[in-house]
């Protein structure tokens, strides 16, 4: 698999190592919108980062998704696996949210 999503609407994103995997940084309104939404499980590649975040909802997934809820100093203090399609899911105290593929 590639370092970064499969798919023309993470092109141009900059991209960032975060805990091992590059990932694409969705930094406007558009990417942070959609995230991984509508994608499949092999477009989304290594995931995705969503800066300045502390909510993401899963409607449009077509797979579930692993949440990683990130600090400031981009450790994780709260997780949540396998999360299925629609649903609104928070961590008041993220900085960040890391949105992956579940196995």
């Known amino acids: 698999m590639a370092d970064a ?5 993470f092109a141009g994103l900059e991209t960032r190592t975060v805990l091992g995997r590059s990932v694409p940084v969705a930094a406007g309104f558009r ?23 502390s909510s993401v909802h899963t409607f449009g997934m077509r797979f579930e998704l692993d949440l990683l809820f990130l600090d400031g ?31």
């Open 31 to 53: 990417s942070r919108l959609l995230g991984l939404a509508l994608l499949s499980r092999k477009s989304a590649g290594h995931g995705l980062l969503i800066p300045r975040c």
């Open 73 to 103: 100093g981009g450790r994780i203090i709260e997780m949540r696996r396998s999360v299925p399609p629609g649903r609104v899911v928070r961590c008041t105290t993220a900085s960040a949210v890391l949105e992956l593929p579940a196995p």
């Open 5 to 9: 999503p499969h798919t023309s609407r």
